[in-house]
């Protein structure tokens, strides 16, 4: 199956080519910017082939190409601007016999809170390969794990081991890996620990966890590398032990590196100092706010550039405990009037309404949205996690200002009412993102 277009949005409808005794099928999304907000499914016998092509990319949903009788499939995604990924992108070629690959190439940035598998799942079988690729690069509690039964794959993230060329362009200028990142190359049962390289021309900040480990039933220890051409900071933790064989061994190769146990580079992970889709490590630019009082609260970030092409302003939801990408809405627009409406206990606790009075709904300006969201979930009423302000998602204005001076009241039922400008109510029911 092919789809493309200037903007391709999938919505909640997924795409199935899978086969229950044959090989998986091929799906291939091509467009200026693709927002792949359902699963995709190839898996089969053997693993299928998924691919996806834009200028800017987001993934929200479940990608499969498993092999459930032989070797895992193939994903490659490839955008030449920007890549995010929340936590909702599960990226799965893991296969019986063999991991299969998974390789994303970005050309300016890659966000991604995602996870990864190319797993060998089978008795004998080797992992698969993870390459990650982008002039910047941000692994926000995201999960690379290209481990086997019968011995451990190869992950790279920004280059090749010693900054080898990876086949896919320039390495990575930056890379960011936040706590609560793991990225696994062990054998599980019998066999060798593979490799894990995480590689930056200028920096690397490292507070993430990296392992190759040998089986335990026997093999040897892989071979781990964690570096910055320039400067590596390093405070996250390596594991390339064999409780059966010879351990592995880690690489630190930079100019200078600095190994901390509290910040990465006098850079800390929390709510003021969040990494978000086009900041960096100096801090947030955009408007930052954690709803709550507890410090694992969920945390907004509101960006009022960047978005997709016609659709201007994006605000994103983060975990507050992993600070992992939960969703991301487009089209939010002027960040200075945006109000976000928490309910933080009771019946609809968790539940987030956000007011966007600057959404424009087609020729009509300002005419505002709510959109309603499950911070524990980061879903959207649509079941969706990230997405275009629209009705699927949203109560939208109709005319000018209907948003301007809007509120929200949360109701015992689960249930909300919002209040607008003209002294009207509008019941919004929120079934497909009420708590639990």
Known sequence: MAISGATVDQGATSIDVSSVSGPGGRITITGGAVLQTAALNASGSSGGEVTLQANQLLSAAPIQAIGSQGS?????????????????????????????????????????????????????????????????????????????????????????????????????????????????????????????????????????????????????????????????????TADASAPAGSPGSLLLDPKNIYIENTTVGGYGYDAQNI???????????????????????????????????????????????????????????????????????????????????GWNNGATLDAGAATWINTATGKFANGTTSGVIGSGNSLLGSTTGDFNQASVRFLTSGQALVFTPAGTTEPASMPAVSPG
Not at 296 to 324: M, W
Not at 343 to 354: E, H, N, Q, R, T
């Open 275 to 357: 990494v978000y889709p086009g900041s960096d490590a100096a801090g947030p630019t955009a408007l930052v706010e954690q709803l709550g009082t507890a410090a694992t609260s969920p945390i907004l970030v509101n960006v009022p550039t960047g978005g997709l092409p016609g659709q201007e302003g994006v605000t994103y939801l983060f975990d507050g405990s992993t600070y992992g990408l939960l969703s991301a809405l487009y089209g939010t627009d002027a960040i200075s009037s945006q109000k976000a409406n928490y309910s933080p206990s009771g019946v609809s606790a968790g539940l987030l309404a956000l007011i966007s009075p």
């Open 72 to 236: 895992g499939g193939r994903i490659t995604s490839a955008s030449t601007a920007s890549t995010v990924q929340t936590l909702s992108g599960l990226w799965d070629v893991s296969g019986l016999s063999a991991g299969g690959s998974i390789t994303l190439s970005a050309g300016t940035e890659l966000f991604s809170s995602g996870s990864y598998l190319a797993q060998g799942t089978g008795g004998a079988a080797q992992g698969g390969r993870i390459d990650l690729l982008a002039s910047t690069i941000t692994l926000a509690a995201a999960q690379l794990d290209a481990s086997g039964v019968g011995g451990g794959g190869q992950v790279h993230v920004g280059g090749g081991f010693q900054g080898a060329d990876l086949g896919l362009g320039a390495n990575a200028r930056k890379v960011t890996v936040t706590p609560g990142t793991g990225l696994r190359a062990d054998a599980t049962a019998l066999g060798n620990g593979g490799q894990v390289v995480v590689w930056s021309e200028d920096a690397t900040r490292f507070a993430g966890a990296v392992s190759a480990k040998g089986g335990a039933l026997g093999g040897n220890g892989g071979v781990l590398e964690v570096s910055g051409k320039a400067d590596l900071f390093f405070g996250g």
